[in-house]
Structure formats: C-alpha cells, structure tokens
C-alpha cells in the first residue's frame, strides 16, 4: 500500500470521480477537516434527487420485501435507466397503493375485532346499542359486575333503571340512575367489582347483531386482503431483480455524486487522500491524467512520509489476499478482528488447521456424507457473501470429517453395528467384530504401546490392525489424547512463531525474544517433558532436558517486558494445552451419542418389543426401533455440526490467536472507492 | 449366579465414580462462570454486532475447565490402573 494525493482543478472533479470509481482501487481518507485553508467538498451532479430516488425504491423494496441476493439476471445501464421511470414511477405507486390498502385492511379489521371481543361480555343484554349512550339527564354505567347490584343501587336512587344478564361469575350490567346521583352510584358499583365496557358509538341494533356483523366484516376484509397481497407476489416475482439492478445502479450515482464530501476542497481545486497498492500506482496514474485531460496531479508520498500519518494514528487498510479455497475462512478472521497491515493474516493456517480439527471431531463417515449433501443444496439456496463463505468452510471440513471418518471406522457410529446388523450372529457385541464377538474394539496387541509406555506405536511387534480404530476403545482414547496434545504443541507452537515475526515486523526486539519466545520453548518442552515421563519415568533424559528448558524458558519471561509478572501467565500456557484434549473429548461424546443410539435401537428396543430374542424382530419392533435410531442419529448430527464448529473457533481465537494476532487491536479493511457491480452488466 | 463383591471392584467402582465426579462438577464450573459472561456478550453484541467474535473468544475461555475436568477423568479411567 501506499499513499497517494490526487489534486486538481474542481473543472474536472466530474471525470475524476467517474473514473476513480470505475478503477475501484483508491482507499479514500476522509478529510478530517482541520486544515483551514480547505473545506469539505460540496456534493456534484443531481445528488439531492438520487437521495430520493433512494428513498422511494427502498420503500418499494420493504414493501415487497425484497432483500439483498445473489443475481439471476443482469441488466445494463442503458436498460436499467430506461425502466427506471416505470418502477419508480407507475409500478412503485402501484406497489405503495396495495401494500397502504393491506395495512389500512389491517388496521380495520383490527379495530372490529377488538370492539367485538369488548362488545362480548355484553351480548345477553336485552337492550339495543343505541340506548346505552347518548343520555343529557341520566348517568349511564355499561360493564360488568361480579356480584348483583340491583339493591344498593336502589338505596342509594330511587328512580333507577337496572338491566343485567350473564353467568355470576361475570354479570353484564346496565345502570341508568339521574345525572346527581352519579357519584354515589359509581361508589357502589364499583363495591361490587364493577369494570366498565366503553362502548363502541356508531353501531346500532342487537348487541349480539351488531357483534356477528362486526366479525363477518372483519372476515369480509380478511378475505379482500388476499388478492392484494397476491399481486405484492406477482411484481415481486416480476420485477425483484430489476429492483435491486435499479438500487445499484442509484446507490453508485449517489455514492459518486456525494464522494466530494469526502475529499478537501478550495473554491477552485479539490485534494483526495487515499491508499493504493503500489503496483497499480502507474497504472491509475496515467489513467486519471488521462480522463482529466492533464489537469490533475497524481502523486505517491514516499515511505517516510506515509511512515508520519501511521504514527499521527491512520491506519493502512488491509487487503486480505487469499487464494480461492482459503478465501471463505477469512470469515472466522474477520469475526475476530482484520488484521493489521504490517500482521499476518492467520487465515491460510485456519484454511489448515479449523477443518481437521472439525473432522477428528465428527469423524464418522454417514455423518460427513449427510452434511456434505445438505451444504450442496444450502449453497444453492442461501446465496448471500456470509452464508457462502460458511457453507463453504463446513463443506470443505465434512470431507475432513467422512477422511477421519475412515480412519475411525464409523458410519453412523462404530461399524460393528453394520457387522451385527449384516451377520448371521447376533451375538456380536457392537464394538466387536465377527470374527470375535466378544472383543470390545480392534485389538492393537498387546505390545503396541510397549516402549513408548501407552502412547506410541511400535511397528516391528505390532499385532492386531490399527484400522479402523474404534475411539471408544480404551487404547484408542490415549492414543487420540496423544494425537490432541501434538496438534496443540503444532498449533500453538506456529502461533508462537508467528508471535515472534510479528513483534519483529513492529521492531520490538523486547517483546519478539522474551515475551513470545519462551511461551514457545515453554509449551514444546512442556509436552517433551510429559513424554519422556511416559516413557522412563522422572529420570528420563528428556524430562531432565525439558525441565532444563523449563527453567529457562521462565527466566527468559522474567528478563522480558513485563518482568516477574510474566511468569503469572503460566498456568494460561499449560492451560492452552490441555484444552486441545476437547479435540479427543467432544468426538468421544459424539460417537458416545451415537453408540447409545445404535445400542438402543438393536439391543434395547427391538428384542424388548419382539419377546427378549436377538433373532426374529417383529416388524413393530423393527419400526420402533428405526423411529429411535432416526430420532437419536437426528439430535446427534445437530450437535455434530455445533460443536465441531465452535470448539475449533475457540482453538484458534483463544489457544492460537492469543500469541501473535491483533495484539495492536485490529486493522481497518481494505475498501476501495467504487462498487462491485453484480446486477448492472459492463 | 451372584456377583461376587471384591475389593478390587469396589475400587474400581470408586475410581469411576470420581471420574464422574470430576467431569461433572467441573462442568458446572465452566456453566457458572459462562453465565455471566454470557449475559454480557449478548448485551453488548445487541448494541454493536462487530464485537460477536471478542465476545464470542470471552465466553469461551471458562470451557476449558470442563477440560481440565475431563483430563482428571480419563487419567482416572485410562492411564491410571491401580491393578497393572
């Protein structure tokens, strides 16, 4: 990146915009205004009626409900300015016309149900409705009353007139007693629980009349309401990506009409700040003068210079520069923080570590399969920028999941369920095999662990087959365990690396070699130690080297910048390492889960409902049972796209991100002045 | 035929069950420590959607206990046989 001025006369401010925004390269600094001897540039062209413009076919937009997608057709410019006048014009009224009606239907209907749901209460009263109001001399109180008033009220006003009809619970009343006696009245009823119902004015007749006809009207609207919003559908259908071509093609005049605000400006000449990437500094050049006609000064500040604005607190906009495969994960990057110019981008490495890390999770060869295909249909469906780049990462790590899968001989759980299943002998325990039912697992010999202790293989004594390793089996657990804690050491220890190079690239020699370092030396060792224990004990020469290390990998942190308080961070390290046992940990549950559900399925619900045998299900049984293998595979395949998601998220932000990344809080992203075109065609 | 009771099997039973004791207690420390954090990142997230991957690495950082937890369990159940 470098930083670039563009000056020139404001004569030909037009062009230069047009064309700075075809090249869609320069990163615009905002002018911040603090120079005196220029002001913010003032708005060119026919910016005002772009805005409403803007405004009009948004309104549209909601009103169809029409939102961002990926484009089905393409438009040109001559096209979209020639229907622009129809869609924003009769269409657009058309459009607002019907969905006002809609919302004033709905507020009608509204308004009757509500006076008919208030009228209820009240529609075992022999009285007309236009009788209940409306009186100059008398008081009338229209509700209800939970006990009967007839008598109080007559003690209180002789002349009175008491009408009420309804269960005892909830008595509907009307009193009507002479204006003077208001008061009291009111004091009594409301003795006698007294709510009043404001009736509705206007209506006339029966209650229970007036009631039926309210609702039969609220329906009669109800079913005007349809075909209104069938014809929202029909031009929704019709015009949708016309509509979003004509909001590209307004919200480009508009950006490029408004852009001067952005830009320094005297009364006869205008200045644009800005990032380029160095190499297309010639090329945008000679493009500007061109446009201009010469009469603008293209200019690329030397590195000193641009060295002053970092340190004056601009940053230098990133651009991440990924290949194709790797480009979906720079959403995992991106949720964290855009890396800084001069930091690395760690989204390669997640390219590398997050979908393995998902397979040895899941691992299971019917789970991968299933999530593949339902990636493959989501793609087609959710065409958005983010659910692409997600359904991308998940597709690429469930082929990591069905490779593991293999590895781990699972198919809807441990295989020995399709051995039981396919055999004539239905003795065979699931985690068994044919051959010897009554082995829980794929036998690695005895000797397989030998010298390494329990972690390791030797492959001279080695008996049994190691594949398919079934992970709940007991060898299988610490060998995974192993396998967990060599991915941590790699996964850090690259975080680490990183760390370092990263400090450097900031010339913080300090940090680099006594801050990053020992964290390195100190967690490699840390697991060298831990081998050489299993391997001999506390004697062994590599837990008397590691030790060594140890020793100095924390006098190197007390020597660093943040002196004795550096060493406090070292419970996080070991901590850090640990953590990657939820790699072996979460795929236990998983196929733990499964296991369960298989067990339950052909050990537990079918012999119970066909009579306690292995042979001979009845078909009940058989179809009970598949309703709770579907059931329980269902919720575990939920899970299994949850978890193995996040929990390899964590790893990185937390375990690998900690030691190298957005230490100096996020970069600012790259954005040239310009836009994509999606739905305009060239 | 009855199970014979041994102390070996009572032993072993033991070790389970403080295997259990272990994942799951430490279980219900991550869960506590992660309500609160979680509270707040749902409040701060509502207010700025940007802050969703910090808040995200916060809320995070209690699970590895439950880790811890398990660690304890399967050096119980695995690596540590008292009958080798």
């Known amino acids: 990146m470098s930083r670039v001025v563009v000056a020139g006369s404001n004569k030909v401010i037009e062009p230069v915009i047009e064309k700075l925004h075809e090249l869609n390269l320069l990163h615009v600094v905002n002018y911040s205004g603090d120079d005196e001897s220029f002001g913010m540039g003032k708005p060119v062209g026919k910016s005002s009626e772009y805005a409403e413009q803007l405004i009009k076919l948004r309104s549209i937009e909601r009103y169809l409900e029409i939102t961002d997608k990926m484009p089905d057709k393409q438009f040109s410019t001559d096209q979209v300015i020639s229907q622009m006048g129809g869609v924003l014009g009769s269409i657009g009224d058309e459009v607002i016309a019907t969905a006002e009606r809609i919302s004033e239907i709905d507020n009608e209907v509204k308004i009757k149900q509500d006076q008919a749901k208030s009228l209820k209460p009240l529609a075992a009263l022999p009285l007309n409705l236009e009788l209940l109001y409306g009186y100059d001399s008398l008081a009338a109180f229209v509700g209800t009353v939970s006990s009967p008033v007839e008598a109080d009220v007559s003690k209180v006003s002789y002349v009175n007139e008491v009408f009420s009809a309804g269960s005892a619970a909830a008595t509907a009343v009307a009193v009507f007693v002479p204006g003077e006696k208001a008061g009291e009245v009111s004091a009594i009823l409301s003795e006698h629980g007294f709510s009043e119902i404001s009736v509705p004015r206007g209506l006339t007749g029966s209650i229970a009349g007036a009631i039926s006809a309210l609702e039969s009207d609220a329906k009669r609207l109800e079913g005007e309401k349809a075909p209104l919003q069938k014809k929202l559908k029909d031009i929704r259908a019709q015009h949708e990506d016309l509509i979003l071509a004509i909001d590209e093609y307004i919200s480009i005049q508009s950006q490029k009409a408004e852009s001067p605000l952005r830009f320094a400006s005297t009364e006869s000449a205008f200045v644009i700040d800005g990032w380029l990437p160095t190499d297309q500094f010639d090329m945008v050049k000679k493009e500007l003068e061109g446009a201009a006609g010469g009469r603008v000064q293209v ?148 000797e397989f662990y030998g010298p390494l202790g329990r972690i390791g293989p030797e492959i001279a004594g080695f008996a049994g087959p190691v594949f398919p390793m079934f992970r709940l089996e007991t060898a299988s657990v610490l060998l995974l365990i192993g396998i967990s804690l060599f991915i941590g050491v790699l996964h850090t220890g690259v975080g680490s690396i990183l760390g370092v190079k990263n400090e450097l690239a900031y010339g913080k020699k300090d940090h680099a070699y006594f801050e990053r370092l020992p964290v390195l030396l100190f967690q490699v060792f840390f697991v060298v130690g831990l081998l050489g224990m299993i391997l001999g004990g506390l004697t062994h020469p590599l837990v008397i080297l590691s ?99 996040m929990h390899p998220l964590r790893l990185h932000y937390v375990e690998m991100f900690t030691k190298f990344y957005s230490g100096h809080g996020g970069g600012v992203e790259y954005s040239p002045f310009g836009r994509v075109r999606r739905f305009l065609r060239d | 035929m009855v199970a014979e009771i041994t102390d070996g099997g009572i032993l072993y039973g033991l070790i389970a069950v403080g295997a259990g004791l272990a994942t799951g207690l430490a279980g219900i420390g991550a869960g506590v420590g992660e309500q609160g954090i979680g509270a707040a990142v749902v409040g701060v997230v509502a207010e700025e959607p940007g802050f969703l991957g910090k808040g995200l690495f916060l809320m995070l950082l209690p699970e590895t206990l439950i880790i811890f937890g398990l660690a304890v369990s399967l050096i119980l159940m695995f690596a540590w046989t008292p009958f080798a």
């Open chain 1, 299 to 446: 200019e690329m500040l030397d590195s000193s210079e641009a060295e002053k604005f970092v340190e004056g607190g601009e940053d230098i906009p990133t651009k991440m520069n990924n290949p194709k495969v790797v480009r979906p994960f720079e959403l995992i990057t991106r949720l964290f923080a855009i890396p800084e110019y001069k930091e690395f981008d760690p989204t390669p490495l997640i390219f590398v570590f997050f979908p393995v890390m998902f397979g040895l999770i899941l691992g299971d060869v019917g789970y991968g399969i299933i999530i593949f295909v339902v990636m493959l249909l989501l793609r087609r469906k959710f065409r958005t920028p983010g659910w692409q780049s997600l359904i991308s990462i998940v597709l690429i790590s469930s082929i990591w999941a069905i490779i593991f899968g293999i590895l781990f001989g699972e198919f809807f759980g441990p295989l020995g369920l399709w051995a039981y299943i396919f055999s004539s002998s239905h003795h065979v325990g699931l985690l068994g095999t044919v051959a010897n039912p009554y082995a829980i697992g794929t036998s690695f010999g005895p």
């Open chain 1, 547 to 645: 030790g060594f290390v140890l020793v100095v990998s924390i006098g190197m942190m007390v020597k660093g910048p943040e002196g004795i308080m550096g060493v406090t961070h070292v419970p996080f390290f070991v901590s850090n390492l640990i953590s990657y046992l939820r790699l072996l940990a979460i795929g236990l549950a998983s196929v733990g889960v499964a296991f369960a559900a298989n067990q339950l399925a052909f050990y537990v619900a079918m012999p119970m409902l066909s009579g306690g045998g292995h042979d001979g299900f009845t078909t009940i049984a058989i179809v009970v049972g598949i309703v709770v293998l579907i059931t329980v595979h269902f919720i575990n395949l939920l899970l299994g796209i949850l978890s193995p998601f």
